[in-house]
């Protein structure tokens, strides 16, 4: 069996889940429009840059919802699907997906959007196992706004999956090709290392790298 790791943002979909929630937010208005939609994209463009506080961007993105009753927070994820993401899922990536499930490979998303937002993506595209960034509860079930345990970010992403398999009862070495599909400098680390990184819609940075390395690029939308 062959393993395949998946990104999500800009890999799979051509948008990054995360902040187009909280652009969601603004527009349902749920949060201040002009302050919060600001601030929102400030996160995404230090994500780009290579530059995210990941802890910060957490609890800023999960106090546009946390604190409503969570039968209301996850009645608009589910509005959320239904008319930004479903409309943003393009068969070209649906069939990549459909590709890697048909040679029987064990598939994952990896994410570093929390699983809050990304869960019913995963569904959509049918992935079974996702790897994303775990919301902290309390003791009464309400996300605190930090993060659980490792987030599936940079490095992280690496611990995450070995974790992962070690629960399966699986090691690397055990797969005979382990292909990791992703757009970002972010995510580096995972791409160096799986024996088959593939760079996928890649920003300018990464495409610059993966000419240098000879890695393989492939564009699943403009």
Do not use: C
């Not at 490792?150 to 992962?164: L, Q, T, Y």
């Amino acid at each position: 069996m062959n393993l395949t790791l998946f990104d999500l943002d800009g890999t799979l979909i051509p948008v990054d889940s995360d902040h187009a929630f909280g652009s969601f937010m603004v527009e349902v208005g749920w949060v201040d429009g002009a302050a919060w939609g600001s601030r929102n994209d400030e996160f995404f463009a230090q994500y780009n840059a290579g530059t995210l506080d990941l802890a910060a961007y957490i609890d800023f993105a999960t106090s546009a919802w946390r604190s409503r009753p969570l039968d209301e927070a996850l009645a608009m994820r589910e509005r959320f699907m239904a008319e930004v993401m479903r409309p943003a899922l393009r068969p070209e990536a649906v069939a990549l997906v459909e590709q890697h499930r048909a040679a029987g490979d064990l598939i994952a998303v990896v994410t570093a959007t929390n699983a809050f937002v990304t869960a019913p993506i995963a569904q959509a595209f049918g992935v079974e196992h996702l790897i994303a960034v775990n919301l902290q509860r309390d003791a009464e079930g309400r996300y605190t706004g930090a993060i659980d345990g490792i987030p599936s970010f940079r490095e992280g992403k690496i611990a995450r999956v070995e974790s992962w398999l070690r629960g399966l009862g699986a090691q690397w070495h055990d797969f005979e090709r382990v292909h990791f599909y992703s757009d970002s400098t972010n995510d580096l680390p995972l791409l160096e290392r799986v024996s088959h990184p593939v760079v996928t819609n890649p920003s300018p940075a990464l495409a610059l790298i993966a000419a240098e390395r000879g890695w393989p690029q492939i564009q699943l939308f403009a």
